[in-house]
């Protein structure tokens, strides 16, 4: 059974930095495309990034794009988010989700979501 965990949610000002980490407490990720989201009060679920199983292939919504990178370290067993220059706007709670194998960002495209991770973007 794969069970996802965000990590690495905070507080940041506009224009700082935060790293996430999504990793299992039950099986290998090296097997999944993983996917990033986020949630924000009164918006529906929206796809950051995603990532293919080996780390070749990467895509991004472009609200983030040139600001995050996604990356994933299969011997340690983690999906990483990098979020610089990070706005007011991308204030929500950050999710992480097994993809299942069509390359979109679509949250009912995914499955085996975290509990999610908050990270609020003020000054």
């Known amino acids: 059974q794969l069970q996802l965990v965000e990590s690495g949610g905070g507080l940041a000002q506009p224009g700082g930095s935060l790293r996430l980490s999504c990793t299992s407490s039950g099986v290998t990720l090296d097997g999944y495309a993983i996917g990033w989201f986020r949630q924000a009060p009164g918006k529906e679920r929206e796809g950051v990034s995603l990532?293919?199983?080996?780390?070749?292939?990467?895509k991004y919504a472009d609200s983030v794009k040139g600001r995050f990178t996604i990356s994933r370290d299969n011997a340690k067993n983690t999906v990483y988010l990098q979020m610089n220059n990070l706005k007011p706007a991308d204030t929500a709670v950050y999710y992480c989700?097994?993809?299942?194998?069509?390359?979109?960002?679509?949250?009912?495209?995914?499955?085996?979501w975290g509990q999610g991770t908050q990270v609020t973007v003020s000054s």
């Open positions: 990532i293919s199983s080996s780390g070749g292939s990467t």
């Open positions: 989700a097994r993809s299942g194998y069509a390359w979109t960002l679509r949250p009912l495209d995914f499955g085996s």
